[in-house]
């Protein structure tokens, strides 16, 4: 065990993180050619990001507990493991610019699974992470979602001062908060890099287009939603409406209006906008009281950053690429395999 490690657990922290929870994920230089490489580098991606044991380790990938910690020891003398993970795999590279040319993508990112029916969630957001970090600079106003996968790149973010440096909830809140709230992400991530946090005082959906007008021309939201016109990027994630999402637990979408909206064609939502397979946002009520920053704001940011994925989520992300056209995408290589088949 380095003394790296042996530090990092002696503080009762994950294996893999920094005292800030921090791991980067960059290319390596010349990248990886062969069997011996990808594998190296998926055992290193295992244990740093996926924090699983030795053991874990050698049952999936089919090899002895000795050739894991001899391809761990090798990954750090080579310079690919540094707390961090450096190391492209060329499968990887190719999806991703696969994803680039058939969207018209300035960058594809997509995190390696272990296992093809492993959660994909927390590679995505470490990969989410690690490039958000990379992308944020002084000045900067930036947007912001909320979801499962947004809530769990916050570890994974190197936190620093950045000078006039605002972020802006894209929605109201929930009066049910569970496990996720819009402006404690929000404000989590505006404090990661010591910057002024803006929220939209208000209910993500309220009862009638009536209360949504009197919110934004009597009480002052029409000020917040206004510093979306200026955005320099914006980071949103999609729910999937065949599931439960998390706009659906969160006791907004009734079942009746949840299958109402799946008649229509809806596949998914972005900040509780929900659109078809072909990006348009459905002929529904609900879409026309949502309190969140509108879609043709979000398309005008000049960084528009998509991220997530999952089975269930496949059709919405389609719908997505075409509805917010983003410039980046992060997702994982079973979601980024399925896309490609199907759009």
């Not at 490489?37 to 874990?56: C, G, H, I, P, S």
């Not at 020891?73 to 492209?88: C, Q, S």
């Not at 499968?91 to 994803?99: H, K, N, P, Q, V």
């Not at 064609?265 to 920053?293: C, K, W």
Request: proline content about 4%; some cysteine; hydrophobic content about 45%.
């Amino acid at each position: 065990m380095s003394k790296a490690k042996a530090h990092k657990q002696s503080a009762g922290q994950p294996a893999g993180t920094t005292s800030s929870g921090e791991i980067a994920i960059v290319p390596a230089r010349g990248g990886v050619t062969s069997k011996t490489d990808r594998l190296r580098v998926r055992a290193a991606w295992m244990y740093f990001v996926e924090q699983k044991t030795q053991n874990e380790i050698a049952e999936i990938l089919g090899i002895g507990r000795v050739s894991v910690v001899r391809m761990l020891a090798d990954a750090r003398a080579r310079n690919e493991v540094k707390i961090t993970i450096e190391g492209d795999l060329a499968e990887i590279t190719r999806i991703e610019r696969a994803l680039e040319e058939r969207f018209g993508l300035e960058r594809a990112v997509v995190a390696p699974l272990s296992d093809p029916n492993a959660d994909p969630i927390p590679a995505i957001s470490a990969a989410t992470g690690s490039f958000v970090s990379d992308v944020m600079a002084a000045g900067m106003s930036v947007g912001v979602g909320w979801g499962r996968t947004l809530f769990g790149s916050l570890p994974f973010i190197r936190a620093r001062p950045l000078a006039d440096f605002k972020v802006i909830s894209l929605l109201g809140g929930v009066g049910v908060a569970r496990r996720f709230n819009p402006a404690e992400f929000a404000w989590r991530f505006a404090r990661a890099f010591q910057g002024d946090g803006y929220l939209i005082p208000a209910p993500a959906v309220v009862d009638s287009v009536e209360t949504k007008t009197a919110l934004v021309e009597r009480c002052g939201l029409h000020e917040i939603l206004a510093l979306a016109d200026t955005l320099d990027a914006v980071i949103v994630s999609v729910g999937g409406l065949a599931s439960a999402t998390t706009f659906y637990r969160g006791g907004y979408l009734t079942e009746t209006v949840r299958a109402a909206l799946e008649e229509k064609g809806a596949v998914g939502d972005i900040l509780y906008h929900f659109y078809d397979i072909d990006g348009q946002l459905v002929d529904h009520p609900i879409n026309d009281r949502v309190m969140s920053v509108d879609v043709d704001r979000l398309r005008r940011a000049p960084m528009r950053i998509l991220t997530s994925g999952g089975d269930d989520k496949i059709d919405a992300l389609i719908g997505a690429m075409k509805l917010v056209e983003p410039t980046v995408f992060i997702t994982d290589e079973e979601s980024a395999r399925s896309i490609l088949a199907l759009a």
